[in-house]
């Protein structure tokens, strides 16, 4: 959920989705249901992280929506490797399809360091005003496994692959608005990991799309909750 501090109303935005682990890496569907700008709209996503070979691996994104909330369609493609030092690298794109295709091209650098985590990822989106960059960087202190840590995730700028909806002007859509962010994280589950639970609490500080140079605040919380069947 967003609040903003002026112009917008609440915006909510719901997701189901389904993981299973294969031999052969992750899958995952997804249904995302938003409620924005007085409209519902929902959007179907899969994602796939393949394994190549020993320390790379794959993620594949495939989106469809017929909502004006979502493109029409959305793609991406990354390669994950890893590297000595408990280093991990990758490089990808991103693609949204409304009338016109939207590119983005990003990757990562990241840092397991014991039970800490560390990692950057940076977005660049080419666009008829110039190129427009962004990046993110985050640290997970992890206590008994991957389902129980505290996260710090901090960020400047703004990325379609993050921010897909609605900034646009006269139907053309803005990807250099300035912004800053601020999240704080905490997930946890049972002893016997059948369930887990999440809780995300942010602050945004946004240029306002149609009036560039003013700023409003956007106050986020998110809440999750998972359930493993065995």
Known sequence: MNIYSDVFDPMFYNAVKYARQTKYGSII????????????????ELDLYPKIAKGTYAYLNFGVSDSSLFPDYRYGAEIYKSLPR????????????YDTTTMIY??????????NYWSFRPY?????NGLSSSGTLTYRKYRSDADNYFGINIGAGISPELNQNYFFE???RIV????????????????NKQ???????????QEIPFDQGNYFWISTLALSWEIRFR
């Not at 569907?29 to 179907?44: A, F, H, K, P, S």
């Not at 660049?124 to 008829?128: A, L, N, R, S």
């Open 170 to 172: 006269n139907d053309n």
């Open 176 to 191: 250099n608005l300035q912004s800053q962010k601020l999240n704080v994280s905490y997930y946890f589950s049972t002893h």
């Open 29 to 44: 569907g997804r249904v995302n249901i938003d409620r924005r700008l007085g409209e519902y709209g929902t959007q179907y």
């Open 86 to 97: 408990s280093f991990e690298i990758s490089a990808g794109l991103r693609g949204l399809q």
């Open 124 to 128: 660049f989106t080419p666009g008829d």
């Open 106 to 115: 990003t990757g990562s650098v990241t840092w397991y360091n014991g039970n």
């Open 195 to 205: 369930n887990a639970w999440g809780a995300q609490l942010g602050i945004i500080h």
